[in-house]
């Protein structure tokens, strides 16, 4: 192999799944930074209950994202990732470096991981055997996405940072695994800026499959 190929080998390593909210957040961002192709990226088909071998070599979680940076260094979860690739790229534009812009993109990011927590705990029941399914449980987690929704319409992301990202991951999923949430009808402001941000070629590029 010549050393001009050797010098373009992706050395970061990304395990993802197409499906994944969170893996999507790191692909935005690295298309965002001009970083997509210096990272190389292995499918892995990811079941709650029977955890993966090569992901766990890297994140002891079991959960991807499960990445590896430029010098060889296991890194997880989403936000630290998406940090690592801002901090590689002598990004401060989708990590603001000071003052209550940064406050919001952190906490916008907060929110939208919160409420994908929530919206997959509630996919998680919906698939278990009906026996085993507990609708208050439900129910309660609904309401943290719905009221993660309503905080959002009051205050939104901004047009592009870090925050954005990932409400935008986050109301994608919805939309991707709960299409009759139908939350833009409480949410009218947020879905004028959801339209907006879904216009980037970083955001519809990395559409879930199937998705429309
Ligand atoms: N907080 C984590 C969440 C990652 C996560 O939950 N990933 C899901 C896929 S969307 C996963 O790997 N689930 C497998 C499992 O929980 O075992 C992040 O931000 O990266």
Redesign the pocket.
Known sequence: MSDSKLAVAPKMKLKF?P?????R?VLILAIELGLEERIGRELVN????E?DAS?IAINP??????FVTDDGMPL??????CEYLSTLAGDTAWYPTAGNARWHALRCNALA?GM??AA?LVRLEQVRPEAFRYDKWVQAQTAKVLRGIAFLEGKLPAEADVGAIAVACALGWLDFRFGDLAWRESAPRLAAWFEVFGRRESFASTRHPGQK
Do not use: M, R
């Not at 979680?61 to 499960?66: D, Q, V």
């Open positions: 799944g499906n994944s909210p969170y893996v957040k990811l079941s709650p209950y955890p992901v979680l079991g959960k991807i994202p499960a997880f979860d989403s936000s630290v990732v991981n994908l927590e997959q």
